[in-house]
């Protein structure tokens, strides 16, 4: 009786049109921009790749060779496992996460700081600030990053006029100017949930706490990180979703030896034209980066309406 009361509510607050208008623009959303694409990769990456011809006959069948391939490499193959592919999407979990962290350590301070001052024109002209860059595309900013963090860019030609080094040092190959590609590219996305949060906190629960002899590291043990928990969880689970199926950025500023396992996407849809095998590697990407949100939910005991909030 929920269900049917909540739409009813919904009718009355926005009228018979406007919330049929609302309802058919969220159904469109949800099922022809997410779930039928979905759909439509799934049933590719149980397909096998049959020239135009041979598509729609009995030759094209449902197989698992798709994901057999990504564990166990082609057939008669030296290798027991398909070690390439496999450290290379082990790798990019690992790095996303690693870029999660990053960004946790990088915004939370900053969040705290937006959402408790008291200097309001101060703070818009700050966030003013933050967002501006943003207006540029992402893969300029990226080659503005190799640009800096290239042999001859700004922050070798810096370090070696003041003496720090005597030869231009390595960032690209060493992933340094990934992992900080990666992290400038969603930061936003971590620092605004959590600053919105940080922001609707009383701040005489603070004070109260100071007058009664709490340390900071007390106070946001037990006072602000409870209280900004959806916008962590929300901020963390933009920023490694987005991270772990990132390209441009890995196409830019990885290195030589740092393949992405979107990468290897890329080049089973463009350049082998495989797409039921990019399809496979695609679907395994997404069901791994879920189940480990879904994960750590459970161990940080947040839920989706925290996330949702």
Partial sequence: MRKPKMFSEFFKNNGLLMGGILMFLVSFWIIVLILLPQLSMLDFSFR????P??????????????????????????????????MV???????AMAVTVLNLILCYPLAYFLGQSKGGGFIRLLVIMLVIPYWINEI??????????GDGGVLNGVMMSLGLIDQPYDFI?????????????????????????????????????????AS?????????????????????????????GALAAPQVLG?????????????????????QQGAAYAIVLLVASIAIVLGFMKIFKVNMGDIGK
Avoid at 140 to 147: E, G, K, S, V
């Fill in 173 to 213: 190959n060493a992933d340094i100017a990934l992992y900080a590609g990666l992290g400038y590219a969603y930061i936003l996305l971590m620092l605004f949930p959590m600053y919105n949060v940080i922001e609707s906190l009383d701040r005489n629960q603070i004070e109260a706490a100071r007058d009664m002899g």
């Fill in 89 to 95: 999407f082990v790798r990019t979990i690992l790095a």
């Fill in 255 to 275: 290195g030589t030896s740092s393949l992405w396992f979107t990468q290897l996407v890329y080049q089973w849809f463009n350049d082998t034209l495989n797409w």
């Fill in 140 to 149: 300029l900013r990226a080659f503005a990053l190799r640009i800096i963090f």
């Fill in 48 to 51: 096998y790749n049959l020239p």
């Fill in 216 to 244: 900071w590291v007390r106070i946001h043990r037990r006072i602000v990180i409870p209280h900004a928990k959806p916008g962590i969880a929300s901020g963390m689970t933009m920023v490694f979703m987005l991270s772990a």
């Fill in 53 to 86: 011809a041979l598509q729609g006959t009995e030759a094209d069948s449902y197989t698992l060779d798709n994901y057999r391939y990504l564990v166990f490499g082609p057939e008669g193959a030296s290798d027991a496992f398909n070690k390439v592919d496999l």
